[in-house]
């Protein structure tokens, strides 16, 4: 009798497809590695982001310049790298980092430290992290430097 299959499917037996079936057992995993690596790095980067604008806000609140129209905070925020970053509105980052100028030691004299901290809310996985129990992160990153003049175009507070 003449087998109507093509002679490469012919033989094969009862594993026929099993290669196919492992794959798809095996592919939601990798494809939650591979999505969270990617989350992390952009985790990653936005917190480098907030470093250096923490870094850049106390250095301009040391020396007591204000480069922008506005407050120094807004300056500052307006230097993110990233849309998301500076203006929220994503699942990822849902409302833009807050940037807050404080003097720790209460006064405001040359030499008294000045500290700039950059935060913001981070959502993990935003597409899987309910399901996952995975849910959000504050990321904080602060800088602090002292006081070379005294602050006359700015002033302590968040934005």
């Known amino acids: 009798m003449r087998s109507f299959l093509p002679s490469r499917l012919a033989g094969r037996g009862p594993e026929e497809g099993a290669a196919l079936v492992e794959f798809a057992l095996v592919l939601p995993v990798l494809l939650v590695l591979l999505l969270g690596m990617l989350d992390f790095g952009k985790a990653f980067n936005y917190w480098i982001d907030q470093t250096h604008l923490a870094n850049e806000g106390a250095r301009w609140a040391a020396v007591n310049k204000n480069p922008g129209g506005g407050t120094l905070q807004q300056y500052v925020r307006s230097q993110a790298n990233t849309p998301e970053l500076r203006d929220g509105g994503t699942a990822s980052v849902a409302g ?64």
């Open 96 to 159: 833009p980092i807050q940037i807050c100028i404080a003097f720790p030691n209460g006064t405001s004299q040359v030499g008294d430290p000045v500290r700039v901290t950059a935060s913001t809310t981070y959502n993990w996985l935003p597409f899987l992290g309910s399901r996952l129990g995975i849910a959000q992160t504050t990321m904080t990153a602060s800088a602090t430097m002292r006081l070379e003049a005294a602050p006359s175009v700015y002033g302590a507070g968040c934005s």
